[in-house]
Each structure stands twice: as C-alpha cells, then as structure tokens.
C-alpha cells in the first residue's frame, strides 16, 4: 500500500497514517521502522529510499505534510526483489544500519544524507536478511527464510563486522523480526 502507521501504545488507536509511496506509480513495500531521538525511518524494500517522519523534541509526529523522501547513494544499488528491509539506529540516531535481503549485504547510512557505506563482514553474509536489532556493537540479524539470527561485533565505526555466530532453534519458522528486553531476545514466526 506504500503506506505506514503510528499508534497509541496504549489504547491501539492510530494517530497518524502516512501515503508514502503511490503503489500505482510502480512496487513499493513499505518494510521496516526504527524510530530516533528525532525520527521514525521506515524503509522501502522496492524503492530505493527512506521515508522520514519528523518527531519534535516534545514527542510531537510530523504530520503528511512533514514526510520527508530520502534517496539511497552511494555503495548500497537496488536490484531486482527484495532489497532494504530491516534498518536499526545506534543510540544517538546518527548513523542507521540496513540489511539487503537480496544481496546478503549490511549497509550504513548517514541520515541527513541519504548516503550509504558496506559494512565489510570478512566474507560472511545474511542473506534473506530482515528484521535487525542494534545493541551497543551487536547486531542481531534475523534470517527469515534461513530460521536463525546472525549475531555480529561490529567496529566502533561501523565500518566492519565480525560473525560471532547464529542462534538456531527448531522453533523458528520464518522469524521477520526482533526486539530486546533485559537479556532476552524476542522473535516473529
């Protein structure tokens, strides 16, 4: 629908829907959210871009109006299926983390800019990449067609990753995504 959502964690009502993408126009699939000090990213898994939804310093969501398109450049390319999926954020927003889930690949990207990096993984991959959770230089990559979560260090830069291994259980079927409580992980069959 090329569309996305923000609702009240509370009572479940929907404060704000967005049209980000006209899907008439040509693919879209809005994928993912991360939300920052300063934003929610949603990202487009046919579409090279970003979307932006503004959050004031007081809580307050952009409206329509606010939505900003954000360009994918530099070392991350589209190609054909699904590409950006999961996106995580590091603790201060400045820098966000994509996976590609056609290629394998894990990207950062400067969100004023719209500008991406590969993180060098050393010859690993994820491919069928989707949900990503960011904790300190962990990354949790989940694997959905592959039933695992990666699990990466990452340089203080970002700019490589190491495998440290996967998380395999008979009970994951397709997991698409991942959140963290205390020491605990959390997965979407």
């Known amino acids: 629908s090329g569309q996305g959502y923000v ?10 829907a967005f049209q980000f993408a006209d899907p008439a126009a040509g ?19 046919l579409r090279p871009v970003l979307y932006k939804v503004p959050i004031a310093s007081n809580g307050a969501i952009g409206g329509p109006a606010d939505v900003q398109t954000v360009p994918l450049t530099g070392a991350l390319v589209y190609g054909p299926g699904f590409n950006v999926n999961g996106i995580a954020a590091t603790a201060d927003g400045k820098t966000l983390v994509v996976v590609q889930t056609n290629t394998g690949r894990l990207f950062t990207v400067t969100p004023a800019t719209g500008a991406t990096r590969a993180i060098d993984l050393g010859g690993a991959s994820v491919p069928f990449g989707d949900g990503l959770l960011l904790a300190g230089r962990t990354l949790y990559v989940v694997q959905n067609r592959r039933n695992r979560v990666a699990v990466f260090d990452l340089s203080r830069d970002l700019r490589a990753g190491r495998l440290l291994g996967t998380l395999d259980d008979p009970a994951l079927d397709v997991p698409t995504t991942i959140a963290g409580f205390g020491y605990n992980l959390y997965a979407v069959n």
């Open 27 to 45: 693919g879209t699939f809005v994928n993912d959210v991360v939300v920052t000090r300063d934003a929610a990213w949603f990202t487009d898994s």
């Open 7 to 16: 609702y009240d964690a509370v009572t479940g009502a929907t404060l704000r």
